[in-house]
């Protein structure tokens, strides 16, 4: 990670070596997979996720059902397919956010230092005290139940993080001979920022990146669950395992094992992209 | 100074976060409660906090009763909660990150790199979906809620928590294990160790009195900012054991605009979260020889 020039040249061994990756490969399998129920699912499930039917309601799971009914008959497994849908959706669009304000405020922090340093660090330290989910409880309280106040929560809460991680890139590359001939040339400060120094922490954020998005999944999955993110009808994940939980000691697992199969699949997958990536830069 | 600057930026933090509360519509509602909301919002700032301070902490819209005697009890239960996961956690993490450290590069390093990285991005509730269906549901070993009777013993209260704990653990034996894991790989690669192996000592001698009280010093400062993150699983976990702890009160204070009950609840959470920093720096100022031996000798 030294030799910023030597790594340019190295780009297309590094997105070779990453494919080579036996827990990159794992990962980005099962996240396609979700991805392309979330675009496809609706036209491809054998039964309308939204369809009551009472006189069918909680069927185990059989050659019509593969994964049974819910309470109001409703088929899982085409809920769990097309259940991918909203999460994939309000999880990345949070995480792009919180990597935008969070890659300028770093980028901001790291280079100027001093006072401004300070100031935005004390509010990062500020955002950090809390838990996300409380956060989110406050906010949501306070302004009422939106998917878009889901969304900038989670930017809010994760731009401090993603802020951390490029200041302290950002900190190793001001030194460097580039930024200083830069200067000297007069550039202004917004050219240096984001031409000069941002192609060259480029891989911390993505690496910081991946891994929000998976706590983004985690946020918004279990906002969900306690019934403050994604709303009803959606035949969201942690939505359906809120509504069904409560039934559980009856015996009717296949109302919940699903949802949770495919929540936990979702993260890992992410998780494993980004150690893929992780591990391939570090290198 | 650290502690310093942490105590004093929580109040201003949870402040910020009372904002949101007071600043918006439902303030209307909030005036209907004869409390003196159309004061600015500094003011009541400044009001509340002095009854923090005092110990008053305001009544409840939802009981209209005291705030005070709620939060303690969930305080207590969420700490017996709590404290089952860290016994659990902390002996696990530390195992597990020193043997990953120890198999540095091999398959046990890499599979529990991989499966800690992964149970630490599962939801709580998911995990605990899961578990509840296999221990609670198929095998019926626990009980699948954490409320246990009034008189029940401390053996039953612990069976009770051993399920819900469970999800936490999961949560934290990633974190744990990390930091043991780079903490251990530093202190092998010292200059110390290499001495003291080279000077003859056994392996087992050189692992434990040279490079493991070096190794778990970062692992301790790691400890103490997880709380912060255990408490936003408190809240869910909580809610899917039907327990009555502080994060179920706060949910549930959310759920019903409880103001007071939430804004407590938040600050208790703060206060909280500075003195498990202020014990981890104690605990790691005690252990550090470095400051210690300056101490004594």
């Given at each position: 990670m030294t030799d910023i020039s030597a790594r340019d040249h190295t780009w297309r061994d590094d997105l070779r070596r990453l494919f080579r990756s036996v827990t990159f490969d794992i990962g980005a399998v099962i996240v396609l997979f979700w991805v392309g129920c979330a675009i496809f699912g609706p036209s491809l499930v054998p039964h309308d996720p939204f369809a009551d039917d009472l006189l069918n309601s909680l069927l185990p799971p059989s050659?019509?059902?593969?994964?049974?009914?819910?309470?109001?008959g409703r088929d899982v497994f085409s809920r769990v397919i097309v259940g991918a849908r909203d999460i994939l959706t309000v999880a990345p669009i949070a995480t792009l956010l919180s990597t935008l304000l969070g890659t300028a405020l770093g980028l901001t922090m790291g280079y100027f230092g001093g006072f401004i340093d300070e100031a935005l660090s004390r509010l990062v330290d500020a955002v950090l005290a809390l838990p996300t989910v409380i956060v989110a409880l406050l906010a949501l309280t306070a302004l009422g139940t939106s998917t878009l106040t889901v969304l900038f929560v989670i930017a809010f809460s994760f731009a401090p993080i993603i802020a951390r991680t490029v200041r302290s890139a950002v900190l190793t590359e001001v030194g460097l001979d580039y930024v200083a001939a830069a200067e000297l040339r007069r550039e202004n400060t917004f050219y240096i920022l984001f031409v000069e120094i941002l192609p060259n922490v480029l891989p911390p954020i993505?690496?910081?990146?991946?891994?929000?998005l998976g706590y983004a999944i985690f946020t918004v999955a279990t906002l969900s669950f306690i019934g403050f993110g994604i709303q009803p009808p959606s035949p969201d994940w942690g939505l359906s395992i809120s509504a069904n939980y409560g039934m559980i000691g009856g015996g009717f697992w296949w109302t919940v094992l699903f949802d949770s199969l495919a929540i936990a699949s979702l993260v890992v997958g992410i998780n494993l992209v980004a150690d893929g990536i992780e591990s391939t830069l570090n290198d | 100074m650290l502690i310093f600057?942490?105590?004093?930026?929580?109040?201003?933090?949870?402040?910020?976060?009372?904002?949101?509360?007071?600043?918006?519509?439902?303030?209307?509602?909030?005036?209907?409660?004869?409390?003196?909301?159309?004061?600015?919002?500094?003011v009541q700032y400044a009001d509340w906090i002095a009854g923090f301070l005092t110990g008053d902490l305001g009544e409840?819209?939802?009981?209209?009763?005291?705030?005070?005697?709620?939060?303690?009890?969930?305080?207590?239960?969420?700490?017996?909660l709590a404290a089952v996961a860290f016994v659990l956690v902390v002996p696990l993490g530390i195992f597990g990150g020193v043997v990953a450290a120890l198999y540095r590069g091999r398959a046990a390093d890499r599979i529990l790199s991989v499966a800690g990285l992964s149970a630490t991005v599962v939801p709580e509730f998911v995990s605990g979906i899961v578990l509840i269906l296999i221990f609670g549901v198929w095998l019926r070993w626990f009980p699948i809620s954490a409320?246990?009777?009034?008189?029940?013993?401390?053996?039953?209260?612990?069976?009770?928590?051993?399920?819900?704990?469970?999800?936490?653990?999961?949560?934290?034996?990633?974190?744990?294990?990390?930091?043991?894991?780079?903490?251990?790989?530093e202190a092998l690669d010292a200059d110390y160790t290499r001495t003291a192996v080279l000077k003859g000592l056994s392996y087992p001698q050189v692992i434990w009195r040279h490079v493991l009280r070096n190794a778990l010093l970062p692992t301790i400062s790691v400890i103490a900012t997880q709380t912060v993150y255990l408490i936003g699983g408190l809240v869910v976990i909580e809610i899917l054991f039907h327990y009555q702890g502080i994060g179920s009160l706060i949910y549930t204070a959310a759920k019903k605009k409880d103001f007071p009950m939430l804004q407590a609840g938040v600050m208790a959470i703060g206060a909280l979260f500075a003195l498990t920093t202020l014990l981890a720096d104690l605990l790691y100022a005690r252990l550090n020889p470095r400051i210690r031996y300056g101490g004594r000798e």
């Open positions: 050659s019509d059902h593969w994964f049974g009914t819910d309470q109001l993505l690496v910081e990146t991946t891994v929000r | 600057a942490g105590g004093h930026l929580l109040p201003g933090n949870v402040g910020r976060a009372m904002l949101g509360p007071f600043a918006d519509p439902t303030a209307v509602e909030v005036l209907n409660h004869k409390m003196g909301t159309d004061r600015p919002v500094l409840s819209y939802a009981y209209r009763a005291p705030v005070a005697p709620f939060l303690l009890t969930a305080l207590a239960n969420s700490a017996k409320t246990w009777k009034e008189d029940a013993g401390p053996f039953t209260q612990l069976y009770h928590l051993i399920l819900p704990s469970i999800p936490l653990v999961l949560i934290l034996f990633g974190y744990i294990a990390r930091m043991a894991r780079a903490g251990m790989i």
